[in-house]
């Protein structure tokens, strides 16, 4: 028999925007639940706090510092917190639970890597091949 896989940290970034369909009162009875489906993961240890994240930003580039975000509306990302999950699969199923999904929000799961970034080997940041 042999041990199971050992927990991951993985970065859970919220998307979107509410659904206007939705009332301000089904709006808030989900993030309600959020909270409570969050505070016990937490509990158990699957899940760690992160924050939601203000409406001002800077973009800092090679070009220098200038205002932002500049995500799309579809891309806006109001937050962020982390699971704890032996693979990416148990990380999206956790995600698959949260509250707030029926009101027009998704997650983007991301696996932190261990390891010190490296320009010989391949990684988000590396370019695509010609």
Not at 38 to 65: M, N, W, Y
Not at 93 to 112: H, K, M
Request: glycine content about 8%.
């Amino acid at each position: 028999m042999s041990a199971p896989a050992p927990l991951s940290e993985f970065l859970v970034i919220s998307r979107g925007r509410w659904d206007p369909t939705k009332s301000a009162e089904q709006i808030q009875q989900a993030i309600d639940a959020f909270y409570a489906w969050h505070e016990r993961l937490v509990q158990e240890g699957k899940a760690k706090p992160g924050s939601r994240l203000g409406v001002e930003g800077k973009l800092v580039s090679q070009l220098g510092i200038t205002d932002g975000p500049f995500a799309e509306s579809k891309e806006v990302i109001g937050g962020y917190w982390f699971f704890f999950a032996r693979n990416l699969d148990e990380a999206a199923a956790l995600a698959a639970q949260n509250p707030v999904l029926a009101c027009g929000l998704s997650f983007e799961i991301r696996p932190l890597e261990p390891e010190r970034a490296s320009a010989y080997k391949q990684a988000n940041e590396t370019p695509l091949a010609r």
